[in-house]
């Protein structure tokens, strides 16, 4: 799906501001609400998660429905265009109504949908009505409790007699965060129109050599004029499908990206596409960019912050890329979503390298918040298949272009060992659509949780081996001798398997501020420490490609006795002040290279 974009061809609306807001019902939405306005309405912030905006129990903890409420009109110059209406991202499912109808629904809160309302929009006034549910439950992406039940338990067993307020129990260690948290944008394009655009770079000697196809409605005929970053004509192409070679290319490279512009034309509609030319391969044990062996070195991350919540906010996107590249960072994951469009441009634009994540998590259903009691078969119990199709086939289908991202991350901390041949019967075939969806065919992992990784029968089948691993945290913690050695055995392990293996997630929660001269767990020092005790060990091993810290900053999650205002293992704080661990790895990163360090 294309990303809207303003061009001669096409006006583009942005629709951010202040709405209307209310808290609605917990099961279902009732349409009536949505044809007339809202009474005695609250104010709230678009894009952003509501959770945040507003005091009270009841509104953090809000489960269920509610919806958001604005007028719009069309202005009339455009009244003969194709109109659409797009949402970057609802969470997590979302039925929108104009003047009352209903023009669609969308499950997931990760990724982007759009509805046409040509002939639907009348002159004058419209009333436009999104009604938002929260929900997680075993059939959502992420995972969460079924009917707003409370399945943790907890230490203790529950009180017989006392009713628990229902709300969501995310299987997952983030907040919930809801709403309308990407841009809502109306658009027209002609009505003969391009539809998609899917670009395929490849390295000829010097030259690169592109395929593409555009996917167009109605009549006329395609051209591409390729642009290098003066604006100079680099090659033209014409026909819906076909090749262009830019010749003596310059490469996209992590740390320093370059990147041409395909214009494309299709009757009266244009539409400018930005790609970088670079190639991406696994080869036995290592990760290639362009041909040379990349070491990762960065971060898990969240689209996170006060206020906002999980909301777009490009200034802190910005300013995140910033830091990572003052450390020597040179790539994150988008744990454990997809991140906004508006951020894989920038990474484009910065060369920051993305493992690019679907929102499944909590796909576990014997660990973390569900665990505890009698073993449980996560893939009899859960109804995530379909939507997680689904969910791979949308996200390839929005990034396939970016030049930053390098591979796709099926899931994170699936149940992989609890029930082996059901793992590998659900995730082998979501493993092939991911290679199948992507016309590039990046590589394709899943993001290992801490297991008897003997009995893995999951992790093999994937490109590279994603680990995450709390040695010295939540194994042996304290203890970063033992922490050693059984990361040691593990890597002897899987430096056997003949692939990659890296960390997605290692780290220490850590109170900003906490020290002492003897490090215990918690304290800034304790932080370095078990960083370098791991990198004392990883760094032996010519098939570990690439350290990505959890996390990048503290995080906020539910409330609960693992986690003091949320989740401490930032290497920056909330509001990305350094803590020690910080210049520790700008230290180390900035002598580590991004090609050739085990070489
Ligand atoms: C892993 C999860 C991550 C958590 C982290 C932690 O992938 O989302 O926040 O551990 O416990 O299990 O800090």
């Known amino acids: 799906m294309l990303y809207p974009k303003l061009s001669q061809s096409r006006a583009l609306m942005d629709l951010s501001g202040i709405w209307d807001f209310a808290l609605c019902g917990p099961d279902t939405f009732d349409d009536a609400i949505a044809g007339a306005p809202l009474p005695k309405p609250m104010s709230i912030a678009v894009p952003a998660s509501y959770n945040d905006q507003k005091e009270g129990v009841d509104f953090r903890d809000h489960y269920g429905w509610v919806a958001y409420q ?100 995310p299987n997952f260690d983030f907040f919930n965060y809801a709403g309308i948290s990407r841009p809502v944008k109306l658009y027209t394009t002609p009505k003969s129109y391009i539809a998609d655009i899917t670009l395929i770079p490849s390295v000829n000697g010097t030259d690169g050599v592109v395929h593409y196809r555009v996917d167009t409605v109605g009549t006329g005929e395609v051209s591409l004029s390729i642009k290098d970053e003066l604006g100079q004509e680099v090659a033209v192409a014409a026909g819906p499908e ?178 082996p041949d059901s793992a590998v019967a659900y995730y082998k075939p979501l493993y092939d659509l991911a290679h199948a969806s992507d016309p590039q065919n990046r590589p394709v992992t899943i993001v290992g949780v801490q297991n008897d990784y003997t009995k893995d029968k999951t992790l093999p089948l994937f490109d590279v081996i994603c680990l995450n691993r709390y040695y010295g945290w939540y194994v042996y913690g304290g203890d970063l001798g033992a922490a050693q050695q059984a990361l040691a055995l593990e890597l002897d392990f899987w430096q056997k398997l003949g692939k990659p293996v890296m960390f997605t997630e290692y780290g220490a929660d850590t109170v900003a501020g906490l020290h002492l001269a003897t490090p215990t767990m918690f304290t800034e020092e304790y932080q370095v420490d078990f960083y370098e005790a791991t990198h004392a060990v990883t760094d032996r091993y010519a098939c570990f490609v690439g350290e990505q810290t959890w996390n990048f900053a503290d995080f906020a999650t539910i409330q609960g006795v693992m986690r003091v205002d949320g989740n401490k293992k930032g290497i920056f704080t909330r509001d990305r002040r350094p803590k020690f661990a910080a210049h520790y790895f700008k230290k180390r990163w900035t002598e580590i290279p991004n090609f050739g360090y085990k070489s």
């Open 242 to 419: 076909g090749s262009f070679t830019i010749p003596n290319v310059q490469l996209w490279e992590p740390h320093a990206a370059y990147l041409y512009t395909a214009e494309v034309t299709f009757g009266t509609d244009c539409y400018a596409e930005p790609f970088g030319v670079r190639t991406v391969e696994v080869r036995g044990a290592q990760f290639l960019i362009n041909g040379k062996p990349f070491y990762f070195k960065g971060f898990g991350k969240h689209e996170d912050s006060n206020y906002h919540g999980r909301g777009l906010d490009e200034v802190l996107n910005v300013k995140d890329l910033s830091l990572m590249k003052w450390m020597g960072a040179n790539s994150f994951r988008t744990s454990h979503y997809p991140y906004s469009e508006e951020m894989m441009y920038l990474c484009d634009r910065e060369g920051i390298v993305v493992i690019d994540e679907t929102p499944a998590v909590g796909v576990n259903l014997n660990f973390g918040a569900a665990g505890g009691g009698a073993p449980r078969d996560t893939y009899e119990l859960l109804r995530t298949k379909e939507h997680h199709q689904d969910v791979i086939r949308d996200m390839i289908a929005r990034d396939k272009n970016h030049a930053c991202v390098v591979m796709w991350s099926v899931a994170n901390e699936s149940d992989t060992t609890a029930v």
């Open 70 to 169: 604005r007028t719009i009109s069309l202005p009339a110059p455009l009244a003969e265009e194709r109109i659409l209406l797009r949402f970057g991202a609802v969470a997590q499912y979302a039925k929108v109504y104009l003047n009352g109808a209903l023009l669609c629904e969308h499950k997931g809160g990760f990724l982007p949908f759009e509805t046409e309302i040509t002939g639907k929009i009348k002159p004058g006034c419209n009333l436009l009505t999104v009604a938002v549910d929260n929900k997680v439950d075993y059939g959502t992406l992420p995972v969460g409790n079924e009917d707003g039940s409370s399945m943790l338990g907890g230490m203790l067993a529950a009180v017989p007699g006392v009713t628990p307020k229902r709300q969501n129990m």
